[in-house]
Structures are given as structure tokens and as C-alpha cells.
């Protein structure tokens, strides 16, 4: 199974074993992160954005249902997470699912489920947000169709322009890397750095120049976000 890239978080304490989970995933293309408890696993699901988080339960200080329950109500992130514990009876894993997870794995396990696993969630979990329409402040993008209006009207982009400006409305206020952006359009096959500063440029133009208040802003050093002023 092959994915476009994308961005897991592994929340263990056992470090050999998030090693091996890492070195399997990233092997299968996939970047990754580590947190070797909740409070680091926290601090970073505020910093960036990831597309899949896999979260041990059995962790000193913040257990896993805490962390898991904390990044929906507290932080608002919805990306797809799947829990690892030793723990098998059915209550537990009710304790998982109602604390937001949204699968479930019992050690010891395969790593080729959990990768299938994952590859599975952030399929849908990507599928489901591009068949809604995306909205901020007077623009919308209608992935179905590829149609993007500001103020009611039409505005014509080249098809790079289209997912640079589906990516950033997708993650948006969130600030989305270069690194990112490249990767997910482009893959492996990364052009040279004014590729893509050439197209945001020629996007900036069409979807801000002509309004009063710019949605597109570059983040020096860093990124770049697609947002109103307000959520700067």
C-alpha cells in the first residue's frame, strides 16, 4: 500500500519499541516523530500537525486516554489516533473510544497491520475533509469540482495552485512548512526552491491583490498560512 507523505507521531515510552515502530513506518515512507511520555506528546500536537498520532496507553504521569482526551477537547485536532496497550478486556477499549481514539491495537502486534492501519485512517480521514466544501472568511474551495470563488467570484488557478490552496485551507490556521507542501505535492521529486515560491506568488496574486484583506501570509524562516488576520 503506498500513501502520499505524511506525518505520524509515536507516543511510547518503551523506547526500543518506538524505534522499531519508527524505523518500520519511516522505511514504508512515512515521517516520524517520537514523545516519550504525555506532557512531550502534548507540546508537541500544539506545535505542528500531524496526520496520524499512535498513542501507548500505559505511560508514567499523563496515561494515553488523558493525552488522547486533551488533544480533541483541548487542542481540536481530529486527525486519526490509534491506541497500543498490553490491556484487552472490552472495557478498555471502550475507555479508548470514548475518549477519542479512533482504533485500537493489543500488544504484541504486527507492524504491517498497524502501518495498514494507519495508511487506512489518513486515507479517510484525508478523503473525508476533501469531499467538503473549505471555507475561510470570503473564499471557499469546492474540492469536488476543483472550483474556488472569493466574494462570489470565480477564480481560475493552474492545477499546482489548486493543491497548494487545498492543502493550506485544509490544515488552516495552522501553519503549514515548506517541507510539507513540497512533499505532498510533489513527493520525492522535490524541484529547486523557487518552484514553489513561484507558484505561492503567482496564488497570492489571484486569490489576494484583488480584496481588501489578504488570507496568504509566509511565515519568514518557516511556512506559510492560509488564514484571516485574527488567527495569525
Known amino acids: 500500500m503506498k ?29 516520524v516523530d517520537f514523545a516519550a511520555d504525555g506532557i512531550t506528546a502534548l507540546q508537541l500536537c500544539s506545535q505542528n500537525r500531524f496526520d496520524a498520532i499512535v498513542l501507548d ?23 486519526p489516533i490509534i491506541m497500543l496497550t498490553a490491556r484487552d478486556t472490552l472495557d ?17 502486534f504486527e507492524m504491517k497491520e498497524l502501518e495498514a492501519r494507519l495508511i487506512s485512517h489518513i486515507r479517510r480521514h484525508r478523503g473525508d475533509m476533501d469531499t467538503k466544501s473549505l471555507t475561510i472568511a470570503d473564499m471557499v474551495f469546492e474540492p469536488k469540482t476543483m472550483r474556488v470563488t472569493r466574494s462570489g467570484e470565480a477564480i481560475k488557478l493552474s492545477p499546482i495552485m489548486l493543491q497548494i490552496l ?43 491583490k484583488p480584496y481588501q484583506q489578504h488570507l496568504l501570509h509566509t511565515i519568514p524562516g518557516i511556512g506559510y498560512k492560509l488564514c484571516e488576520e485574527k488567527d495569525l
Open 166 to 208: 487545498r492543502i493550506l485551507m485544509r490544515e488552516s490556521p495552522n501553519l503549514v512548512s515548506r517541507e510539507k507542501l513540497e512533499a505532498e505535492i510533489w513527493g520525492e521529486d522535490t524541484p529547486d526552491s523557487d518552484t514553489l515560491r513561484s507558484h505561492l506568488y503567482n496564488l497570492r496574486k489571484l486569490i489576494d
Open 92 to 108: 478498555d477499549k471502550l475507555t479508548g473510544f470514548e475518549q477519542g481514539a479512533d482504533d485500537y491495537l493489543i500488544k504484541p
Open 3 to 31: 500513501i502520499n507523505p505524511a506525518t505520524v507521531l509515536i507516543v511510547e515510552d518503551h523506547q526500543d519499541l518506538a524505534a522499531n515502530i519508527g524505523d518500520f513506518l519511516e522505511a514504508g515512507g512515512m515521517t
Open 57 to 79: 496507553i500505559m505511560m508514567p504521569g499523563i496515561d494515553g486516554y488523558e493525552v488522547c482526551l486533551r488533544i480533541r477537547n483541548e487542542l481540536q485536532q481530529d486527525m
